[in-house]
């Protein structure tokens, strides 16, 4: 599975996140993880979306997300 992340946003405290697999699309945001002080942590946001992302992959198996068309 493909994940692209895109820019965090400090107002929902979210990232954009694109899930591609076998020419499926899906796209949701997808909370960020903040360290102690309240910062952006990439490298956590990353890991979040990747654990999102196996979630999206079964529901991409079952039928139940993504569209061909990238919608």
Same mark, same amino acid.
Do not use: C, Q
């Given at each position: 599975?493909?994940?692209?992340?895109?820019?965090?946003?400090?107002?929902?405290? /979210?990232?954009?996140?694109?899930?591609?697999? +076998?020419?499926? %699309?899906? $796209?949701?945001?997808?909370?960020?993880? !903040?360290?102690?002080?309240?910062?952006?942590?990439?490298?956590? /946001?990353?890991?979040?979306?990747?654990?999102? +992302?196996?979630? %999206?992959? $079964?529901?991409?198996?079952?039928?139940? !997300?993504?569209?061909?068309?990238?919608?």
């Amino acid at each position: 599975m493909k994940i692209n992340i895109g820019k965090f946003d400090p107002a929902t405290r /979210t990232v954009p996140v694109t899930f591609t697999e +076998g020419g499926k %699309v899906h $796209r949701r945001p997808v909370n960020a993880v !903040l360290d102690e002080a309240g910062e952006y942590d990439r490298k956590g /946001t990353r890991a979040r979306a990747e654990e999102v +992302g196996a979630g %999206v992959s $079964r529901k991409f198996a079952l039928g139940l !997300l993504g569209s061909e068309s990238g919608e």
